[in-house]
Each structure stands twice: as structure tokens, then as C-alpha cells.
């Protein structure tokens, strides 16, 4: 049976297919852990992917990112890229402990490349976790190879100094490096710029409504109507393999607005790199919860 296209909205700032949420590595600090963990344990193959993601019709300035986890551990991630049809754009976030000779030998780098102010490869550097000489070295293969291909390191406290350090050494050789501010906990303090107080500190949970500016989809295809969701095994909206799913463009009730993951209440840069952006709208449902916003972002 054909599936029904799915056209992203306009305003729509974000589309990431999260193939597996599995990971190599073992970061103290990963996001993807700040709340419960309910991973869904399901995983679409890479034909159902493929099938599910060809039925978007995005836009040249909206790409769809392939992500985790560790997207290159799904074992068809390289099938799953190249049979994308050629009007989706793609970019993906990974931390390249990958074999990238087979990657360099079997995906075209024009298949990666696209008219826009960041690379469309986004590796994470993890101190904790890695070496920067080894990253570096994959990353000026990759390079050499054609491909649009960056760093971007997480300026968590305790690693501030090293990520600095390496985006100094990077410049001198090339390498856009770029930080990503630190979202969560550490030392009792919560760190993050985030458009609604207390959203995300679990210390209580109301219902409210939330509208989302993102296509959130999980490794078993499920599609979420945020990252918390995702994250803590919450049921989805609906499935991208579904003939019958439509996307909503709507407000949705959420019974546990204060258990949000900071990914979708921080105020960041959207895809143009514009700052004042927030992946989710929230009100509060009338005679309700007060929502405490920080700021008014339009």
C-alpha cells in the first residue's frame, strides 16, 4: 500500500529520525538521559525506514536528520542513506566511532551537502569519552573526501577548559568547531537557558497544552510529540509506517508539563542559526495550570 505524503508545516524548524537511541559511548551528562529512561525497545528495518522518511515533503532549508543514540549502529544506516529520494535533504549527528572508510567508499559526499551556515555532518566531541587526535584525523579524512563535516563539544563545567581548547586547535587547522551550550544538572545547579521556569527541574507535573515545531520520530518509527516523550518511553502520536497518519499541526494536551527535557524548552538558534528559537509552544489549558514563562518568543 502507498503511504500518503506527509508535508511538513512552514514553521516547522526541525525533522530527526532517532534510528536507534543505542550509543557507544557512555556520557556521564547525555541528554537523552535526563529523565526516565522508557527507550523504545522496537527498531524499524532499514527498508521501513526508507519507505516511512520518503513519504515527507520538506523544504531545501528544512533537512532531514538522521540521529540517536548513534544512528551509524543501526545496521542499515548506510542503506538507509542512500535510498532516501534525492529531494530530502540530509544531515547527521554523530560521534564518528564509525568504520568511515566503508562510509567514504559507499556514500556520495554530494548526498551530504547543502546550502547552509553549518555542516551537514555534526560530529560530538565527548572529552569523557574520546580522544581528540584520533576525531580529528577521521574528521580531515573526511574532509579530503568532499564531505561538509564539523565538531560541536558541550561546554559542560567540568570540561569547559578542553572543549575550549580544542576548538582552538581545530581553527588552526580548518576544522568548524563549534560549542553547544550545557543542558541539565550538575552540581545541584541547573544549567541552561530555557523559555518556561521550572519546566524541566521533575518537581512537579501539570497538565497544559504544548505545540511542537519538530517531526520527532523513534527508532520503531513511532512519531513524538517531544523529545520527554521519546525519551521516557511515553506513547506516541502516531507511526510513520501507519497509512493512516497524518500530521497535526495542533496544540495536545501533556499531563506531565515539569518533567520536560531541556531540549525542548531551551531558547537556541534555530536552522538559519537565528538565536530566540524554542522547539515547543506551551499554555496553559483555561481555568488550569499558570504557565511561568521566562520570556515571550515569537
Not at 14 to 22: G, K
Not at 175 to 181: Q, T
Amino acid at each position: 500500500m502507498d503511504l500518503k505524503p506527509i508535508k511538513i508545516p512552514e514553521h516547522y524548524n526541525y525533522v530527526a529520525a532517532f534510528l536507534t537511541l543505542a550509543c557507544n559511548l557512555k556520557c556521564s551528562y547525555c541528554i537523552n538521559h535526563f529523565g526516565k529512561n522508557g527507550f523504545e525497545k522496537k527498531h524499524l528495518t532499514g527498508e521501513e525506514w526508507v519507505r516511512g522518511l520518503n513519504r515527507i515533503i520538506s523544504r531545501d532549508d528544512l533537512p532531514l536528520t538522521l540521529q540517536g543514540g548513534e544512528p551509524s549502529l543501526h545496521k542499515d544506516f548506510i542503506y538507509i542513506l542512500n535510498n532516501l529520494k534525492p529531494e530530502l535533504h540530509i544531515d547527521i549527528l554523530t560521534n564518528l566511532q564509525f568504520d568511515i572508510e566503508r562510509f567514504i567508499k559507499e556514500v556520495d559526499p554530494k548526498r551530504l551537502k547543502r546550502n547552509a551556515p553549518y555542516a551537514s555532518i555534526r560530529v560530538s566531541y565527548h572529552p569523557e569519552q574520546m580522544e581528540l587526535d584520533p576525531l580529528v584525523k577521521k574528521v580531515l579524512r573526511m574532509q579530503d573526501a568532499g564531505f561538509s563535516i564539523g565538531i560541536w563539544g558541550v561546554l559542560h563545567p567540568s570540561q569547559d577548559r578542553i572543549v575550549r581548547e580544542a576548538q582552538e586547535k581545530c581553527a588552526k587547522i580548518g576544522i568548524d568547531f563549534r560549542f553547544k551550550e550545557f543542558l541539565g544538572e550538575c552540581d545541584g545547579k541547573m544549567y541552561g537557558t530555557f523559555k518556561y521556569e521550572g519546566a524541566c527541574d521533575r518537581k512537579f507535573e501539570e497538565k497544559v497544552l504544548c505545540k511542537t515545531t519538530e517531526l520527532i520520530m523513534g527508532g520503531g518509527g513511532g512519531v513524538y510529540k517531544c523529545h520527554s516523550d521519546l525519551y521516557e518511553g511515553r506513547e506516541p502520536v502516531g507511526n510513520i509506517t501507519d497509512p493512516a497518519f497524518e500530521l497535526e499541526d495542533i496544540y495536545r494536551i501533556c499531563d506531565v508539563y515539569g518533567r520536560c527535557n531541556p531540549c525542548d524548552i531551551k531558547v537556541k538558534t534555530n536552522r538559519f542559526q537565528q538565536f530566540g528559537h524554542t522547539s515547543v509552544d506551551i499554555k496553559e489549558i483555561p481555568g488550569g495550570f499558570k504557565v511561568k514563562s521566562l520570556c515571550e518568543i515569537s
